[in-house]
């Protein structure tokens, strides 16, 4: 083959991905809770080893191309979009008012704010560091992003404390560190309740985020789980307004069963929100695309969603590759992210009213019928029964590959 002229690349892709098929509408994707962050779209490809490759891109950009694929909502970080140094200033109104507006023309909603409390180097110890002013600055951070969220409409807050905790053991008492986190979140839900009142406007679903390392080498909330002990240790004032937000990956890095997280944390009642993408375990944070490494993990964790019907966004926190253009960004990594959400969501639909499924279920749970007090006669009595948990393992995996619906292979 000979070399494609750079011009004629963008013409070659789109044939491609439209040789692919299969995608949706906008329409057909607006109809999710799908959330576009600003930071994903706008990710460069840069990182500690890496360069950027792509260009930056402002918030009018991505909310227009969120639009056209059909991602009806929109998230940011405070400082994604005002620098720093705009903050708290009559700057900061402007831009707001331009957000507004883009939104408005766009038909997008935004429905999460999220505090920058790790990139600044004011954080460099954290935003519940030693230093007083440190953690009032971190608070007054909080509170205004709080504020922006109800102007702009948002639902949710995010809090991803990835600084909070250490390089070097010792330097820190995580105590003190915990109790001061707290601190702040307390700030913002009482920041909250006030603007709440002010506008006429329910309160924020407050969402933490956990992730076990990265960018601090030992992290104080590392998981989940943490996160769910943290709300109930008597140190939040309103811990009914705090819940979490787990990342698929996430929950991967350090080796969990996402589905068996994500269980713990509906029992909580505590699903308040949802950062979908896909990676690998013990690695690091690569905000791979959804369902392009564990398809048939994706959609076991969506089958348990919906039988708990779980009504949260699905947040689009993924990373395009360094490969990807900034073209390709919006002609290939979203839309082609969402299509694969949908999918597995409406696959996870199909298991769900799936007739060999659901009579090998109801069959396990009528049991065999041994006597209770004889362990030796229940265990004669489900042997041939138990041989269903391998059997629905495989339905899954004939409904993930379209055999249920007779789709074969000659060999
Ligand atoms: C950062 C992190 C993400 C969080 C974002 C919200 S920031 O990119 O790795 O998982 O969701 O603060
Ligand atoms: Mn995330
Ligand atoms: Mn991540």
């Not at 040789?19 to 109809?31: D, E, F, N, V």
């Not at 080893?49 to 059909?70: M, Q």
């Not at 966004?313 to 002609?331: C, E, I, M, Q």
């Not at 696959?347 to 109801?362: C, H, K, L, N, R």
Request: charged share 20%.
């Amino acid at each position: 083959m000979k070399p494609i002229p750079a011009a004629k690349q963008p013409a070659l892709v789109s044939r491609l991905i439209k040789a692919c098929g299969g995608a949706y509408s906008p329409k057909q994707r607006r109809k999710y809770f799908l959330t576009g962050p600003q930071w994903a779209a706008a990710y460069e490809g840069h990182a500690l080893f890496h360069a950027p490759t792509r260009s930056p891109i402002g918030y009018e950009d991505v909310i227009r191309e969120y639009s056209k694929i059909g991602i009806g909502h929109w998230a940011t970080h405070d400082t994604d979009v005002y620098p720093a140094d705009a903050l708290g200033t009559d700057r900061q109104d402007e831009i707001t008012a331009g957000i507004k507006k883009a939104l408005k023309k766009h038909g997008l909603q935004c429905s999460m704010v999220t505090t920058e409390t790790f990139h600044h180097a004011v954080f460099a110890a954290s935003p519940a560091a030693e230093a007083p002013e440190v953690r009032e600055y971190a608070r007054w951070r909080l509170a205004n992003t709080v504020r922006i969220g109800h102007e702009l409409g948002a639902q949710y807050c995010v809090y991803w404390p990835g600084s909070l905790g250490y390089q070097v053991q010792g330097a820190v008492e995580e105590t003190n560190t915990l109790k001061w986190f707290a601190e702040g979140l307390n700030a913002a839900c009482e920041a909250d309740i006030a603007a709440a009142k002010e506008k006429g406007r329910p309160t924020l679903k407050h969402c933490l985020e956990a992730k076990p390392f990265e960018p601090a080498a030992q992290i104080l909330l590392p998981t989940s789980d943490a996160m769910i002990a943290f709300i109930s240790s008597g140190l939040l004032k309103h811990p009914d307004m705090v819940g979490l937000n787990p990342e698929y990956l996430h929950e991967l890095m350090w080796g969990a069963a996402v589905r068996a997280a994500l269980a713990r944390v509906l029992l909580c009642g505590k699903l308040f929100h949802f950062d979908i993408n896909d990676g690998y375990p013990l690695k690091h944070d690569v905000d791979i695309g959804v369902g392009l490494v564990n398809p048939l993990d994706w959609l076991n964790v969506l089958v348990l969603l919906r039988n708990h019907n779980y009504e949260g966004p699905f947040n689009l926190d993924y990373k395009p590759p360094r490969t990807t253009s900034n073209w390709g960004v919006f002609a290939v990594s979203f839309p082609t992210a969402v299509d694969r959400f949908i999918t597995l969501w409406e696959m996870a639909g199909e298991v769900a009213s799936d007739p060999v499924i659901s009579q090998a279920y109801d069959a396990l749970r009528a049991g065999g019928g041994g006597d209770p007090r004889d362990p030796k006669s229940i265990v004669e009595a489900n042997r041939e029964l138990l041989n269903l948990h391998e059997l629905i393992g495989h339905r899954l995996f004939q409904i993930l590959v379209g055999a249920h619906r007779g789709r074969t292979y000659s060999v």
